[in-house]
């Protein structure tokens, strides 16, 4: 069974602070997303990293894929009060019966501060 | 291009009914999954689908839960004789039939169960 670790699972921090977010694993993904869920809605994808190494960045927000496709981190540089929400790494592998079967983190609950 | 719909938002069941929940994919979407978001728990991966097939049933519970995606129409999750833990949030999915940007998966809104 694979799992995603996902730390830390509650960050609050004020308007401008920068923060990361991890998700670790023991098991290789051939991808991993990234979503933001709000309450009472779906998670929307943020990013795909697909390949070991990757760096992809969204405005503010920054996200690598870690050389041995095991883990990944989210940064997000001055964050914003709109920044608040739940963040969900999801790992995938491709082919077969596994494709878009994606296994979650936790979560991390961020809450930034005017 | 619409996205992923869901409905209902949301149901209230009593213990012992049954529960329908639908999915429609986003357009040229062939694939679908079903996930659970219990209260306090992350999402967890139910079933896969195809149009008639179903691929990958191995998160679904053994009993009282049953998934279709026909040739034509909506995916529907049924829940038989519901009990309050299926209470949670129940999130259908949708993927093209390739996918070049590496295995993305669209979430729609969710339909949240209540079993009272």
């Known amino acids: 069974t694979q799992l995603l670790e996902q730390s830390p699972q509650f960050l609050s921090i004020q308007e401008g602070e920068n923060l990361t977010v991890y998700c670790n694993s023991s098991s290789v993904f051939s991808s991993l997303q990234w979503y933001r869920q709000e309450p009472g809605e779906g998670p929307v994808l943020l990013v795909t990293?697909?390949?070991?190494?990757e760096v992809k960045k969204l405005k503010r927000l920054t996200f690598q894929f870690g050389d041995a496709r095991k883990d990944s981190s989210l940064h997000i540089t001055a964050a914003q009060p709109g920044d608040t929400g739940l963040y969900l790494c999801a790992g995938s592998n491709a082919g077969g019966t596994s494709y878009g079967k994606l296994t979650f983190g936790q979560g991390t609950i961020l809450t930034v501060h005017p | 291009n619409a996205g992923v719909m869901q409905n209902p938002r949301h149901l209230v069941r009593r213990r012992g009914q049954e529960a329908r929940l639908r999915c429609s994919p986003m357009?040229?979407?062939?694939?679908v999954y079903w996930y659970r978001q219990l209260p306090e728990e992350g999402l967890k991966f139910m079933v896969y689908?195809?149009?008639?097939?179903?691929?990958?049933e191995s998160g679904m519970p053994k009993e009282r839960f049953s998934a279709e995606f026909p040739k034509e129409g909506p995916s529907i999750l049924r829940i038989q004789q519901v009990v309050r833990g299926d209470s949670a949030a129940y999130f259908c999915a949708s993927s093209p039939l390739t996918d070049l940007s590496g295995n993305t998966i669209y979430f729609g809104e969710g339909s949240w169960l209540t079993v009272v």
């Open positions: 689908l195809q149009k008639e097939n179903i691929i990958d």
């Open positions: 357009k040229g979407h062939s694939h």
């Open positions: 990293v697909v390949t070991g190494g």
